[in-house]
T-cell receptor, first 114, second 110 residues
Framework: EAGVTQFPSHSVIEKGQTVTLRCDPISGHDNLYWYRRVMGKEIKFLLHFVKESKQDESGMPNNRFLAERTGGTYSTLKVQPAELEDSGVYFC????????????FGSGTRLTVV | GQQLNQSPQSMFIQEGEDVSMNCTSSSIFNTWLWYKQDPGEGPVLLIALYKAGELTSNGRLTAQFGITRKDSFLNISASIPSDVGIYFCAGQDAGNMLTFGGGTRLMVKP
């Protein structure tokens, strides 16, 4: 079974540019989550999709961040325009249902804004 | 929002030593989790705890869910070089969202 796949693994962009991160969840997982770890701090929740619907987007930092999940399959997280403080590692996770088992993380996208 | 305080932030130990790390929270969680992150990878679940007072082992790892549901510890016995990584505690509430601690970076000297 393929795991959660994230693209790209690394991205370096200039302040003010736009970046789009992609996450392909495990096939059949209705739940998809985005988290990020900034500057070696804790991993923080950004949002939760159930199929194509946003179940909880309380962790999105501001309106420069836009997440979509077309057709309930893969998801994208767009940052526009990027700021220096957006640098960090963005993790995607997916799960088939509630509970921690089956809650699988991708390897993350390391975003560096210069 | 909810916060988990994880300590220590880092540890540098000799191979074969035992390790202990813990997390405390001002909020109650339904489930406590311990994850390990290797370089370039995402967090991988090590142990999940569901009941207050529960003590669970996974090989050389032992974790306990505090009676108050506001704390947990993770012990690693007889550490080996492959234990190197960042360990995160996390609390899960009814909404499926995970709240993570700041992580403990473990370094093991052969």
């Amino acid at each position: 079974e393929a795991g959660v796949t994230q693209f790209p693994s690394h991205s370096v962009i200039e302040k003010g540019q736009t970046v789009t991160l992609r996450c392909d969840p495990i096939s059949g997982h209705d739940n998809l989550y985005w988290y990020r770890r900034v500057m070696g701090k804790e991993i923080k929740f950004l949002l939760h999709f159930v199929k194509e619907s946003k179940q909880d987007e309380s962790g999105m930092p501001n309106n420069r961040f836009l997440a979509e999940r077309t057709g309930g399959t893969y998801s994208t997280l767009k940052v526009q325009p990027a700021e220096l403080e957006d640098s960090g590692v963005y993790f995607c996770a997916s799960s088939p249902g509630s509970g921690p088992y089956g809650y699988t993380f991708g390897s993350g996208t390391r975003l560096t804004v210069v | 929002g909810q916060q988990l305080n994880q300590s220590p932030q880092s540890m540098f130990i000799q191979e074969g030593e035992d390790v202990s790390m813990n997390c405390t929270s001002s909020s109650i969680f339904n489930t406590w989790l311990w994850y390990k992150q290797d370089p370039g990878e995402g967090p991988v679940l090590l142990i999940a705890l569901y009941k207050a007072g529960e003590l669970t082992s996974n090989g050389r790892l032992t974790a306990q869910f505090g009676i108050t549901r506001k704390d947990s510890f993770l012990n690693i016995s007889a550490s080996i070089p492959s234990d190197v990584g960042i360990y995160f505690c996390a609390g899960q509430d009814a909404g499926n969202m995970l709240t993570f601690g700041g992580g403990t970076r473990l370094m093991v000297k052969p």
